[in-house]
């Protein structure tokens, strides 16, 4: 049995009057699962009228913590995957620092069993490299990735050590697989480290992350990609120095993806003045010139995709002082409104790249053959509805995650997404 789960169909739909991504109007007819021909539509097909909105592929998250099976009161397949639908997802790749961690195949097929019972999108495993996430030893790559996991990360932790990072990307070739990396050298962590390393950690008597602890990591790792010949993804960028490594990289002809986050775009350190520990996150948030230097690098495709490191967080783990408090915030809900804002209303990108970025590179990177498809007669029906105009103020107390470490609550920003399709099955409608 595989891994990897795909969605199930229902009643056939058709949608009328919408946009494509690259402006083309169309009506849309979906049956078993499957965009078809209008004409072929049976005549008691739900029909939607969608007029004055643009349909984009199923959104792709190559990083989501979805907390099931070990922290539920955090969150469960069930509400991280409703979340995903709210947001325009129809796959989400789930990492592995999970109780148990996900470093077996047994592992991996009982988080895709999960996402078949109770997702609301597809849910796929990501595998550990190293067993329990401790950076010793390598996991079992090779039977994970017979059950079809393609991806593998500890993240939440670095794969610190040099030879486990030259023998998983050495190992996982004759798979395809792909190493996606934490670059968080501990090594470089200041005493209680929990804040970037700047002015402000040191005025409000914070521990800092400094740019070095990521950028060298990466730097080490893009050269282990080219002598292994392996596959690399740098996960969440969060400074201008690992934008210029990962673009001599690709100039170089190495075989390296990166991401980076809604968060990392869109919130600055300043942020942590207030010592709210919903924003605290690793890799921490950046500084202005870091979050244009990225920013930049995602318009031009130097960063290859977005992921949203959605992180849910119960409240007992946040409510504690900012050094002590857990790291990460919520993401997949606001990552389309946040990239709209950023990158498609200031003109920065059109929506034919923002598919590219959020759906058809995420998935292509997970080798997910299926998700990140054109909308085309013949593809699969996966498909999210876009109002362009609609905003609203973000309340973290209506989220479907179980979580409410929601760092846009009380923000302004774009409200996009009416309706949500995942293998022709209705997920999401406003
Ligand atoms: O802030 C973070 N939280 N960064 C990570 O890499 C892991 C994540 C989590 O699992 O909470
Ligand atoms: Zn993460």
Same mark, same amino acid.
């Given at each position: 049995?595989?891994?990897?789960?795909?969605?199930?169909?229902?009643?056939?739909?058709?949608?009328?009057?919408?946009?494509?991504?690259?402006?083309?109007?169309?009506?849309?007819?979906?049956?078993?699962?499957?965009?078809?021909?209008?004409?072929?539509?049976?005549?008691?097909?739900?029909?939607?009228?969608?007029?004055?909105?643009?349909?984009?592929?199923?959104?792709?998250?190559?990083?989501?913590?979805?907390?099931?099976?070990?922290?539920?009161?955090?969150?469960?397949?069930?509400?991280?995957?409703?979340?995903?639908?709210?947001?325009?997802?129809?796959?989400?790749?789930?990492?592995?620092?999970?109780?148990?961690?996900?470093?077996?195949?047994?592992?991996?097929?009982?988080?895709?069993?999960?996402?078949?019972?109770?997702?609301?999108?597809?849910?796929?495993?990501?595998?550990?490299?190293?067993?329990?996430?401790?950076?010793?030893?390598?996991?079992?790559?090779?039977?994970?990735?017979?059950?079809?996991?393609?991806?593998?990360?500890?993240?939440?932790?670095?794969?610190?050590?040099?030879?486990?990072?030259?023998?998983?990307?050495?190992?996982?070739?004759?798979?395809?697989?792909?190493?996606?990396?934490?670059?968080?050298?501990?090594? #470089?962590?200041?005493?209680? @480290?929990? =804040?970037?390393?700047? *002015?402000?950690?040191?005025?409000? +008597?914070?521990?800092? /992350?400094? %740019?070095?602890?990521?950028?060298?990591?990466?730097?080490?790792?893009?050269?282990?990609?080219?002598?292994?010949?392996?596959?690399?993804?740098?996960?969440?960028?969060?400074?201008?120095?690992?934008?210029?490594?990962?673009?001599?990289?690709?100039?170089?002809?190495?075989?390296?993806?990166?991401?980076?986050?809604?968060?990392?775009?869109?919130?600055?350190?300043?942020?942590?003045?207030?010592?709210?520990?919903?924003?605290?996150?690793?890799?921490?948030?950046?500084?202005?010139?870091?979050?244009?230097?990225?920013?930049?690098?995602?318009?031009?495709?130097?960063?290859?995709?977005?992921?949203?490191?959605?992180?849910?967080?119960?409240?007992?783990?946040?409510?504690?002082?900012?050094?002590?408090?857990?790291?990460?915030? #919520?993401?997949?809900?606001? @990552?389309? =409104?946040?990239?709209? *804002?950023?990158?498609?209303?200031? +003109?920065?990108?059109? /929506?034919? %790249?923002?598919?590219?970025?959020?759906?058809?590179?995420?998935?292509?990177?997970?080798?997910?053959?299926?998700?990140?498809?054109?909308?085309?007669?013949?593809?699969?029906?996966?498909?999210?509805?876009?109002?362009?105009?609609?905003?609203?103020?973000?309340?973290?107390?209506?989220?479907?995650?179980?979580?409410?470490?929601?760092?846009?609550?009380?923000?302004?920003?774009?409200?996009?997404?009416?309706?949500?399709?995942?293998?022709?099955?209705?997920?999401?409608?406003?």
């Amino acid at each position: 049995m595989s891994a990897v789960s795909t969605g199930s169909s229902s009643r056939p739909l058709v949608v009328t009057g919408v946009h494509l991504a690259d402006g083309t109007g169309t009506d849309l007819a979906i049956v078993d699962g499957r965009f078809v021909e209008v004409s072929d539509a049976p005549s008691d097909a739900e029909r939607i009228d969608a007029g004055g909105l643009i349909a984009l592929p199923g959104l792709v998250d190559l990083h989501a913590h979805l907390r099931e099976p070990g922290r539920e009161d955090a969150e469960t397949v069930e509400s991280g995957t409703r979340a995903a639908a709210r947001g325009g997802y129809t796959a989400v790749f789930a990492m592995p620092n999970l109780t148990p961690t996900t470093d077996t195949a047994e592992a991996a097929q009982y988080v895709a069993d999960l996402g078949r019972r109770d997702g609301s999108c597809e849910v796929v495993p990501i595998g550990a490299v190293t067993k329990g996430r401790e950076g010793h030893e390598l996991a079992e790559l090779g039977l994970m990735a017979a059950t079809g996991v393609r991806v593998f990360s500890d993240d939440g932790a670095c794969v610190s050590d040099s030879l486990l990072m030259r023998r998983a990307l050495t190992y996982l070739k004759p798979y395809d697989g792909v190493v996606a990396q934490h670059a968080q050298d501990p090594r #470089l962590a200041g005493p209680g @480290a929990c =804040a970037h390393e700047s *002015e402000i950690s040191g005025r409000l +008597g914070l521990g800092g /992350w400094p %740019t070095v602890a990521e950028s060298t990591i990466i730097a080490r790792d893009v050269m282990l990609a080219e002598f292994t010949g392996g596959r690399y993804h740098a996960c969440h960028l969060s400074t201008a120095e690992s934008v210029d490594v990962i673009r001599w990289a690709k100039k170089r002809g190495i075989n390296v993806t990166a991401e980076v986050t809604p968060h990392h775009l869109l919130l600055d350190t300043p942020h942590v003045e207030t010592y709210d520990t919903t924003f605290k996150v690793n890799p921490p948030l950046r500084t202005s010139e870091h979050l244009e230097a990225v920013r930049e690098a995602l318009a031009d495709g130097t960063i290859d995709i977005v992921g949203t490191d959605h992180a849910p967080h119960a409240v007992q783990d946040k409510d504690h002082p900012f050094d002590v408090a857990l790291p990460g915030m #919520l993401g997949l809900e606001q @990552a389309l =409104a946040v990239v709209k *804002e950023l990158m498609v209303d200031t +003109g920065r990108m059109d /929506w034919a %790249t923002l598919v590219e970025r959020m759906s058809a590179t995420p998935a292509r990177i997970g080798r997910l053959a299926h998700q990140g498809r054109p909308i085309a007669v013949g593809e699969p029906a996966n498909l999210v509805l876009v109002d362009p105009t609609r905003r609203a103020t973000v309340d973290k107390n209506t989220s479907a995650s179980r979580s409410r470490n929601n760092p846009y609550h009380g923000r302004e920003l774009p409200d996009p997404v009416e309706l949500t399709v995942w293998a022709g099955r209705i997920t999401y409608r406003r």
